[in-house]
């Protein structure tokens, strides 16, 4: 992830890693959920709610580590587009 204060044109995730293995997490109701925030091109924030349609906190914690991922690389491609 780019910590450039150059123009950002796209989302940026504020992603915090911790010890907690349930950071990301919550359970609604038996269905785990990943919340995280993206730092929006006009300095506002979105805070996203993704389902991850499972009632299995094992299933839960690789998939939020796969989305969270999968986003991370999304944003260095970005960074290196406009490096180029």
């Known amino acids: 992830m780019s910590t450039s204060t150059a123009a950002i044109d796209r989302p940026v995730l504020s992603i915090r890693t911790t010890a907690n293995p349930f950071h990301h997490l919550w359970n ?16 506002t ?28 690389i999304n944003e260095e491609e970005v960074a290196c587009e406009r490096a180029a």
């Open 28 to 43: 609604n109701n038996g269905t785990w959920w990943c919340h995280y925030t993206e730092h929006l091109p006009d300095h």
């Open 45 to 72: 924030k979105r805070r996203v709610r993704r389902s991850l349609h499972t009632d299995n906190v094992g299933i839960a914690r690789v998939l939020r580590d796969s989305l969270l991922n999968e986003s991370e």
